[in-house]
């Protein structure tokens, strides 16, 4: 693990780990607490236990590691964490799965002390499948830090959608729910998002009559219900998989994936739904240069209304190149203007000295969170952090810390998040 400079790309501090096996370890979810220490989640080989779920604290100044936990189940075979999240308690969460005896692959939602890696709870189900190459576990916090599991099942109509809504403070179920499309075939989960309203975005891949389309679904997220279930068919309707998802300008939903062409193999298929109710607003292919298989792996959108893109793609001679691709909203959307987003709209007086100020928008009520920040990308101090209604908002800063000691002259930046949506305005503390 590389920790950079967010300005220059240097590297401030590398940290390795290997079990005494020395084979098999991976990380695959990664999160920061409030105080920027960094927790890792994956799989790490133990002993005769073969791969075991492993969660591990790094102190985010020196990249040492803090503390360090291995479990797995009764069986003794390969067992893996997929998704870790931080709540605003700081205490991390951790989902995959475990083998027990019998070969039976039980699901785990598992939080831990931050301080720790004392289990605080662990909840167990039945509804996982024993595969450690595709990944079948995402994880979504709710404004108060209760967590939303999606896990790919396998039932009598194929692979199915289940989702589990957890308390964060106990554990509890507050609802469980399964789907299952009107055809009764394959619905095979592979990202999860959770909008502004906290509701959730499952996307993935829809089998309709042996046609393989995109799967969008949309899931009230207070009681499980879904909302609305949308698709893509590509143009000669064969195989095409949703693998990303972002909240879009005007509540819209962004997801983009791998859609077969024709003639041209796997193409990027990036597609714009209403939130409301699903309804598609627009679609933008992507043929690599050599028209040959490419493959996003990432969409999110900006502010500005910009929605960026990026993959891979195969080039000439070269084999697969790493593509980005940015599309304009405003040139896509069948409406001429860029719908409304939250945005930090301005900061003033800038240079400042003492106090600056600020002011955002919100397009409807929805959780900000506004703060300072060094070049380092340490966080100075938290402006905004809560449920706001629509409208215009303001607050100011004072240039100092929480604990009032006077921040040095010099530049700073003050981001705003709502939503997948990120906001940022350098200011200048003049001194």
């Not at 100044?61 to 931080?86: P, Q, Y």
């Not at 039932?155 to 589990?164: I, K, Q, R, S, T």
């Not at 502004?196 to 996307?203: E, Q, S």
Request: proline share 4%.
């Amino acid at each position: 693990m590389f920790k950079l400079d967010g300005m220059t790309g240097e590297v401030l501090w590398s940290q390795h780990y290997a079990s005494p096996e020395g084979i098999n370890e991976a990380a695959l979810g990664l999160d920061l607490d409030s105080q920027d220490d960094v927790f890792i989640t994956g799989r790490a080989q133990v002993g005769a236990q073969s791969d075991e779920a492993m969660t591990m604290k790094l102190d985010g100044s020196s990249g040492d590691i803090l503390w360090m936990d291995t479990f797995g189940g009764s069986a003794g075979f390969d067992d893996i964490s997929w998704e870790l999240v931080i709540g605003s308690d700081d205490h991390p969460v951790i989902s995959g799965f475990v083998v027990n005896t019998g070969a039976v692959a039980n699901y785990f939602v598992r939080k831990m002390d931050n301080t720790t890696g004392d289990v605080i709870w662990d909840k167990r189900g039945p509804q996982a499948q024993d595969n450690v190459t595709n990944r079948g576990t995402w994880l979504s916090l709710m404004d108060n830090d209760d967590v939303v599991m999606c896990q790919r099942v396998f039932g009598a109509n194929g692979y199915d959608v289940y989702l589990h809504r957890f308390a964060g403070t106990d554990g509890s179920t507050l609802w469980s729910r399964t789907f299952d499309n009107s055809t009764h075939s394959g619905d095979d989960p592979k990202n999860m998002a959770r909008d502004a309203d906290g509701n959730l975005v499952i996307v993935g891949v829809q089998d309709i009559s042996w046609n393989y389309n995109f799967m969008v679904l949309k899931i009230d997220g207070t009681n499980g219900e879904t909302m609305w279930n949308s698709g893509y068919d590509g143009p000669p309707g064969w195989y095409d998989v949703a693998t990303t998802v972002t909240n879009g300008p005007g509540g819209s939903v962004i997801v983009s994936g791998l859609s077969d062409g024709s003639g041209t193999g796997w193409d990027w298929a990036t597609v714009a739904y209403d939130g409301t109710d699903g309804t598609q607003q627009w679609e933008k292919r992507f043929d690599g240069p050599t028209s040959q298989s490419d493959e996003p792996s990432q969409v999110i959108a900006n502010s500005s209304g910009e929605i960026f893109v990026t993959g891979y793609g195969y080039g000439s001679g070269t084999n697969k190149d790493m593509f980005t691709i940015c599309y304009q909203v405003a040139t896509l959307s069948a409406v001429g203007d860029t719908p409304a987003m939250a945005s930090l709209t301005n900061a003033w007086p800038n240079p400042f000295n003492p106090r600056i100020n600020f002011s955002f928008d919100l397009p409807r009520s929805a959780h900000a969170h506004l703060a300072v920040y060094d070049l380092r990308g340490h966080q100075i101090t938290t402006l905004v952090d809560g449920v706001l209604a629509e409208g215009t908002h303001t607050t100011s800063w004072n240039g100092v810390d929480p604990q009032g000691r006077a921040m040095p002259g010099g530049v700073y930046l003050a981001i705003m998040t709502s939503g997948d949506i990120r906001s940022t305005q350098k200011i200048v503390l003049a001194k």
